[in-house]
């Protein structure tokens, strides 16, 4: 069970990472101010699209490589990934924070941040892993 000072601790830890707090309160991390993660609370017209299905507790958005990424995630964990209406088209992914393992968060963070940063970065980054 992952929580925010979870998604705090691995995506401060990656290079040039910065923690910032939006104009509505909410809370995202950026590389070279590219958006990598955020926190995002489902909205009305989200409530209104998920019907029953709709999770409570705390919503992390994550941006992945590309749609088909985001949709395989979806197929493979439903009870951990989902999307809305909202993010349709986009490469990102909603995440059910309190149903994501630590260890899966971490490496779903770094892929965020790997599809944001630099590329000279990203290949010093993973050089040095």
């Known amino acids: 069970m992952a929580e925010w000072d979870d998604v705090r601790r691995v995506a401060m830890a990656l290079p040039a990472a910065a923690e910032s707090v939006a104009g509505d309160g909410t809370v995202r991390w950026q590389v070279k101010d590219k958006l990598f993660v955020w926190e995002r609370p489902l909205r009305e017209s989200d409530l209104a699209a998920l019907g029953d299905d709709a999770p409570d507790g705390p919503i992390l958005g994550a941006r992945v490589a590309d749609v088909g990424v985001k949709e395989a995630l979806i197929a493979e964990d439903p009870a951990v990934y989902f999307t809305t209406p909202h993010f349709d088209g986009y490469p990102a992914v ?35 892993r």
């Open 94 to 128: 909603l995440v059910r924070l309190p149903e994501i393992a630590v260890a899966e968060l971490d490496e779903l963070i770094t892929e965020a941040w790997l599809t944001r940063a630099p590329k000279r970065m990203t290949e010093e980054y993973l050089a040095g």
